[in-house]
């Protein structure tokens, strides 16, 4: 199994457009072969100390795939190709953290 943690900074105040995009490929995706797992998040304000400091305009996605055959396949897929260009305006960066269990 193959863990992401795909960090998605945006340029301001294009969270909610960019969440918008966003939920229509969540149903492809995790129709696609090998997808366990695959979720947008957002930071929750808390007061717990070890927290990192609020970021309003980051959208974090959780994903699980079988393998890396199978999220190397997720990339290159054809609603995810035109996905990319419908949020191009809004993502400033995006970070993957590509792990797997210890």
């Not at 992401?4 to 969270?15: F, M, Q, S, W």
């Not at 070890?50 to 396949?73: G, M, N």
């Not at 054809?78 to 949020?87: A, Q, S």
């Amino acid at each position: 199994m193959v863990i992401v943690v795909a960090e998605i900074h945006l340029n301001p105040g294009t969270r909610d457009a960019f969440l918008q995009e966003f939920h229509q490929i969540v149903p492809l995706v995790r129709a696609e072969d090998g997808c366990i797992e695959y979720g947008p998040t957002v930071d929750c304000e808390t007061s717990i100390g070890a927290q990192i400091p609020f970021r309003p305009d980051v959208v974090t996605v959780v994903e699980k795939w079988e393998s890396v055959d199978a999220l190397e396949a997720h990339l290159v897929a054809p609603h995810m190709m035109e996905y990319r260009p419908k949020v191009k305006e809004f993502v400033k960066e995006a970070r993957l953290h590509i792990l797997e269990p210890a």
